[in-house]
């Protein structure tokens, strides 16, 4: 039978993890699915361990490459999948399913045919598996809109749609989100040029074409290890504030944004930003009345970082050619 969805995982030096990725697909409760694993130029057993799974499950096919980056290996894995499978995820390597992820999301995406894709939630695990403590499940609960022109907190009933993408991007890892194959079709390949955050910026260009449903449950345990790819990101404050603004204008002035969409995503950036503002200048007196000097400098730091991008942003608001409405 013709596999519904399609199952797609970038490994690179994955051995020590993948075989319980694996695992966990073998285990969900909707069968008809393919998974292409696209060994990315590993030098350990990644390849190995891949092979195992196909030879014990036609359903499983190993692809092999040069080490080009996890966009490029996903970009792969699309186009070695089957063109006719309705859904596509993107499971990352070191990831473990819940038992009816694949089912919970196809039968969320299902009801809702006008949207672009379904989105559940993660929760932290270590490298051992076992559960950590942190509320991982809070953070992607955390969604935001515009609307009225001001931002709002999204109900879990309500879904992610193109402006929230310029407020707060919340569907971490990949492996929480099915997509639409005809949408990735229109959208494009993943941006092989992102090593960093190129999932906020495939599902904001996706987002163009419809809205996400919010599902408000686990569907797969997020592993924390130091070999995670947004470790350096998350250790460099300079860092994750430079592409969080260069994914921001990606998505703002894209070309092709349609005269609303443009409008509205500028407005979106900027009353987030003004927020962001306020709630460092609060932090700052708070600090400042505790003597509290190196918290306060830190916010006024960001402050003036954020009044910076304000001022960017509208200017090239102004200078940047529109489309006509």
């Known amino acids: 039978m013709t596999p519904s969805i399609s199952v797609i995982i970038p490994a690179y030096n994955a051995a020590l993890y993948l075989a319980a990725t694996l695992e966990s697909i073998l285990a969900q409760t909707r069968d008809y699915w393919e998974c292409i694993i696209v060994d990315d130029g590993s030098t350990d057993d990644t390849a190995a361990v891949a092979s195992t799974f196909a030879e014990r499950d036609a359903r499983f096919s190993v692809v092999r490459q040069q080490n080009a980056g996890v966009s490029a290996a996903r970009n792969m894995g699309f186009a070695r999948s089957t063109p006719k499978t309705k859904y596509v995820i993107f499971l990352d390597a070191d990831d473990v399913w819940e038992p009816t992820a694949l089912q919970d999301l196809s039968d969320a995406l299902n009801e809702q045919p006008e949207a672009v894709g379904s989105c559940g939630l993660a929760r932290y695990i270590g490298a051992d598996g076992i559960p950590l403590e942190y509320d991982y499940m809070s953070f992607g609960r955390e969604r935001y809109g515009y609307e009225d022109g001001k931002v709002v907190r999204l109900r879990p009933d309500q879904p992610t749609n193109f402006t929230s993408f310029l407020i707060r991007f919340s569907m971490i890892p990949p492996g929480t989100v099915l997509l639409r194959r005809s949408i990735i079709e229109k959208a494009g390949e993943w941006n092989s040029h992102l090593s960093l955050a190129e999932d906020w910026e495939m599902?904001?260009?996706?987002?163009?074409?419809?809205?996400?449903?919010?599902?408000?449950?686990?569907?797969?345990?997020?592993?924390?290890?130091?070999?995670?790819?947004?470790?350096?990101?998350?250790?460099?404050?300079?860092?994750?504030?430079?592409?969080?603004?260069?994914?921001?204008?990606?998505?703002?002035?894209?070309?092709?944004?349609?005269?609303?969409q443009r409008q509205l995503a500028v407005a979106a950036n900027q009353a987030w930003t003004k927020r962001l503002i306020t709630q460092r200048q609060q932090s700052a007196m708070q600090s400042f009345r505790q003597r509290q000097w190196k918290g306060s400098i830190r916010d006024l730091l960001f402050i003036g970082f954020y009044a910076l991008s304000l001022c960017a942003v509208s200017m090239e608001a102004l200078l940047r050619p529109r489309r006509p409405l």
């Open 203 to 260: 599902f904001g260009r996706m987002s163009r074409w419809g809205a996400y449903v919010f599902l408000d449950r686990c569907v797969v345990s997020y592993r924390k290890h130091n070999s995670n790819a947004t470790v350096p990101l998350a250790q460099n404050t300079k860092m994750r504030l430079g592409i969080s603004l260069a994914v921001r204008r990606t998505l703002m002035f894209s070309p092709h944004n349609t005269a609303e």
